[in-house]
């Protein structure tokens, strides 16, 4: 039987007395220090020695700097200096007794050629280090949360600063989605500050640029979203944007608003016009409440009711032989509401440009054109004089000589048949 002091040395592990074990680099890379104050007072020690007021030396400097300091570990305290002079802590608190950077946007003056200067810099530096891109991104996402604490002035520059970061693609639009967060919506800090950044981008690229941007980024219907919630109405919003001298903005947000309230007519009337019993009465009532509540105009709508019916048709799936029978159906059953909406002249016109590009875009009704012209003039939707004004002066261009040949003796007809028609009457 081994003696309990046998035992304490039996199990004792043996050890490595005077060997150094080597830590793989992963982990030697996990237990660095990241001393972000460290790497602020270095950049601030670069910059210091420079006049803030010129940016191409700064902009050198920068540079410069990436040799030796880390600009891919501390990306993101890079870009917080440059932005607001310091270290963004939680909260959004800058450390009041650390020194600020006297080059960045929140010391600079409020003037849209420096701002613009600003952002000039932070291109020439992503240009150098691609990697700064993603980071600064992410910066912005970060410090826009904290919008409601800057002073008016620095939330002001920033915006300029955003706006003129937006339109030369060094972040999306998106960045701004941050500001739809409640707490900054609430006591309108968000407008304010959106308002500024749409100004600036509208001054640089224009409406159709910044409605791409917002179609793109899933922001045109979030617009309405900006305002607090005791003003999210469409007046409010119309008020605040013509106040401010951006009409173009009211005008495409209203144009946004009227597409997608078609859109989900056009899928209704689908769901309506498809359903075993279909009624044109429930539909025709449907269209009126909705032409009533959006003021919709009569040749708005008559675009959206030919969709509907066309949409009917299985065009893609059937045979070339059933498409006309298909289509003519299709028409034939709608008829009455086609004709309850076209009530005047230029409806009319409208309805047989649509019939005339619809036709054109698909290949397999080209050749029905006239047909389909003629059950509508049989059904009373469309006039003798509609058909040959829309002959001789309204046709679109597209396929117009196809479709003119098509034409060519049924409008011979009917212009033969108004004569008649006069010399009965004279």
Known sequence: MNSPQSQTTTNTKPALHGVKIKQRKGVQKAQAKHEPEVFRDNLLTHLSSIDKDNFDAISS???????????????????EILITGGIVEPGGIIDASAERSSFCLFSAPDDPEVIKKHVKVFNKLIRRYKYLQKSLDDTLKHVLQFINKWKSEECNKLAMATGYIITTQLTGISVMKVLLKDYLV??????????SVFRTILSEQGIDQLGKMLVNADMDSKLIELFPPNKREEDCLVRHFEAQDMKELVEFHQKNVMDSIKKDLLAKLHAMMTDEDANAKEVITEIKQVMKDNKISEPEMIQIIWMAVISTVDVINARPDQVEVQALRAIKSWTDVLETFTTSPKTELVLLQNVQITCYEDAKLTK????????LYKNDVLSDNAIVFWADKAHKPQGKTVFLKQMAAFVQWLRENEDDSSEEED
């Open 61 to 79: 400097k920068l540079d410069a700097a990436g040799n030796t300091l880390e600009y891919r570990k501390y990306a993101d305290s890079l870009w």
């Open 186 to 195: 609430k006591d309108g800090a968000s407008l304010e500050f959106a308002t």
């Open 368 to 375: 029905f054109f006239r047909q389909i012209v003629q059950l």
